[in-house]
């Protein structure tokens, strides 16, 4: 269940768009992504596997949402490590 929910949270967040201010210049970009950091930011989750309930918004700032897809992508990396060495190679 856990790393259902992981993987899910992971493919959302990889899905989701990036590099919003990719074209601004530079001088404005750091005032902009001061900001954007605070902005709420939601997206609608899709419902965990084998139930009946629908899909649900969860929002946070864009700041958690980086945190957490931070997070998710070092727990990804950490589980691929950990399968690599587990196979007795």
Do not use: K
Not at 35 to 45: K, N, Q
Not at 50 to 66: H, K, L, M, V, Y
Not at 70 to 87: G, I, K, L, P
């Amino acid at each position: 269940m856990t790393r259902t929910l992981i993987l899910g949270i992971a493919a959302t967040i990889v899905a989701a768009p990036s590099g919003a201010f990719a074209d601004t210049p530079a001088g404005n970009q750091q005032a902009q992504n001061t900001s954007d950091a605070r902005e709420i930011v939601c997206r609608r989750m899709p419902p965990p596997a084998g139930t009946r309930i629908g899909p649900r918004n969860i929002c946070r700032t864009q700041a958690e949402w980086d945190l957490l897809q931070q997070q998710n992508r070092e727990e990804v990396e950490r589980q691929q490590d950990a399968s690599h060495y587990s196979r007795g190679n």
